[in-house]
C-alpha cells in the first residue's frame, strides 16, 4: 500500500458573519483539502485549517509545504509506516496543521483499506460525542439570541464563550447576561485566546465566581509566565491550556509547571497519532481534556468526532464540534447533523467522509 501522491487542494468557503474573538476574526474559510493516494486505489482525507494569528501557518503556506517538502519526502513510502512518516515530516519545525490533516489522510487509508471506521481502530469507545458551541463576541443581547436558537434548534446545552476584551467588564456582563438568559441547567465556560493579563483574568474570575463556569482557557499569554502560574494557584476551575500546549513535551511544560490544569485536544493541530499521546500523557496525570475547535469545517469536526468518541475520557466532556455552522456551506457529500445535542460517528470504514465533487470544483482556488 504504497503512497503514489499527495494532494494539497485550497478552497474557500465565506462564513455566514464573520467569528471573532481575542486573538483575531475569520470572514472565510480558506482552508486546504489533503488527499493521500495509494497504489491500490485508496485515497485517504482531511482537511487543513490554517490560522496564522495562532499557528503562523497559511492556506499558502500550507499547500507549499506539503508540494515542496512533505510530498516529496514521503511519496512512495507505504501508508501503513505512520511512525517512519512522521520522522520525516518532523524534520521540518512547525506547520502543526499541514502534519495534522496528512497524518489523519494517512489513518483514512489504512481505514478504507480495512474496511472499518478509524474511530474503531483508535479505541471505539462510543457512537457519538455530545457538542459545545462556541459563542464569538456581540452585543450581550446577541450572544444571548445565539444560545437560545442554537439550543433550540440543535438541543445543545453547553456553550464556550469567547472572552478576553478590553475592559474585561465587557465580557464579565456578556456572561452575566448568558447566564440569566439561558439559565442555570447550561454549561458555559470561557476561552480568552491570551487577551487579558493575569490579573485582569483573576478580576474577571473572581466577578464571575457565582456564574457556575466549568472551565477557563488560555486567558492570559503562557509566555507570562508567573503570571500565568500565578493565576492558574488562584484559580477555582480547571484552567485549560489550548494554543499554549500543542506538541507533547508543551503539554509536559504547562502541567507540570503549574501553568494549566487540563488540555485541549485538536485533531487538526495534532491529528490522531500526536492527539493519542496528548491524550494518554493527560490520562496517566489524572488531568482533564475537552477536544477543542480550531474553527474546522464539517471535514475536520468529522476528524474531531472520530477522535473523540473512541476514548472514554476525551467523550465524557462535549467536543467543541458546531463552528461549522456558521460557514455557508461545505465540501461533504452528506452534511454532519447535530441532533439532540450530539454527533454520531459514522459507521463507514475510513473517517466517514466523501467529498462532494461539484462543491470541490466551485470553492477550489488552485485554478
Request: net charge negative.
Given at each position: 500500500?504504497?503512497?503514489t ?5 485550497p478552497f ?11 486573538s ?7 482552508h486546504?483539502?489533503?488527499r ?8 485517504g482525507?482531511?482537511e487543513?485549517?490554517?490560522r496564522?494569528?495562532t499557528?503562523g501557518?497559511t ?5 507549499a ?6 510530498a ?23 506547520n ?17 483499506s ?22 464569538g463576541?456581540?452585543?450581550p443581547?446577541q450572544?444571548?439570541a445565539e ?31 448568558l ?5 442555570d ?12 493579563t ?19 482557557e ?17 484559580s477555582?476551575?480547571?484552567f485549560?491550556?489550548?494554543?499554549s ?12 509547571a ?15 497519532t ?5 491524550l ?6 489524572g ?15 468529522m ?15 462535549p467536543?467543541?464540534?458546531s ?8 465540501l ?6 447535530i ?14 467522509i ?14
Amino acid at each position: 500500500m504504497k503512497i503514489t501522491r499527495i494532494e494539497a487542494i485550497p478552497f474557500a468557503i465565506p462564513y455566514r458573519k464573520p467569528l471573532r474573538f481575542a486573538s483575531g476574526e475569520v470572514h472565510v474559510a480558506e482552508h486546504v483539502l489533503v488527499r493521500v493516494h495509494t497504489d491500490d486505489g485508496v485515497v485517504g482525507v482531511a482537511e487543513a485549517p490554517p490560522r496564522p494569528f495562532t499557528y503562523g501557518e497559511t492556506q499558502e503556506s500550507i499547500v507549499a509545504v506539503i508540494d515542496k517538502l512533505f510530498a516529496p519526502d514521503v511519496v512512495g513510502m507505504s501508508a501503513l509506516g505512520r511512525e517512519a512518516i512522521h520522522a520525516r515530516l518532523h524534520r521540518t519545525v512547525g506547520n502543526p496543521t499541514a502534519k495534522a490533516a496528512l497524518d489523519m489522510a494517512l489513518w483514512d487509508v489504512i481505514g478504507k483499506s480495512l474496511g472499518l471506521p478509524v474511530t474503531e481502530l483508535l479505541g471505539g469507545y462510543t457512537d457519538r460525542m455530545r457538542v459545545s458551541h462556541m459563542v464569538g463576541f456581540a452585543a450581550p443581547e446577541q450572544m444571548v439570541a445565539e444560545a437560545e436558537r442554537i439550543r433550540a434548534e440543535y438541543g445543545i446545552t453547553t456553550f464556550k464563550v469567547k472572552v478576553g476584551r478590553k475592559p474585561y467588564t465587557v465580557d464579565v456582563e456578556a456572561c452575566r447576561a448568558l447566564r440569566a438568559g439561558l439559565g442555570d441547567d447550561v454549561e458555559l465556560y470561557v476561552d480568552g485566546n491570551r487577551g487579558w493579563t493575569a490579573s485582569e483574568s483573576a478580576r474577571a474570575l473572581r466577578e464571575m465566581s457565582d456564574l457556575g463556569l466549568t472551565l477557563a482557557e488560555e486567558l492570559c499569554p503562557a509566555d507570562d509566565v508567573l503570571g500565568r502560574r500565578w493565576l492558574v494557584q488562584h484559580s477555582e476551575i480547571p484552567f485549560v491550556a489550548d494554543e499554549s500546549a500543542t506538541r507533547p513535551g508543551e503539554v509536559t511544560r504547562e502541567l507540570l509547571a503549574g501553568a494549566a490544569t487540563a488540555i485541549s485536544i485538536k485533531t487538526a493541530r495534532t491529528g490522531f497519532t500526536t492527539s493519542q499521546r496528548v491524550l494518554f500523557q493527560c490520562e496517566g496525570l489524572g488531568v482533564e481534556v475537552v477536544m477543542g475547535n480550531q474553527i474546522d469545517g464539517q471535514i475536520g469536526t468529522m476528524c474531531s468526532v472520530a477522535f473523540g468518541a473512541a476514548y472514554q475520557l476525551t467523550s465524557q466532556r462535549p467536543g467543541e464540534l458546531s463552528n461549522f455552522l456558521d460557514m455557508s456551506d461545505d465540501l461533504l457529500a452528506e452534511p454532519v447533523r447535530i441532533s439532540d445535542g450530539t454527533v454520531q460517528v459514522r459507521a463507514q470504514p475510513g473517517i466517514g467522509i466523501d467529498i462532494d465533487p461539484g462543491k470541490l470544483a466551485h470553492y477550489r482556488q488552485d485554478g
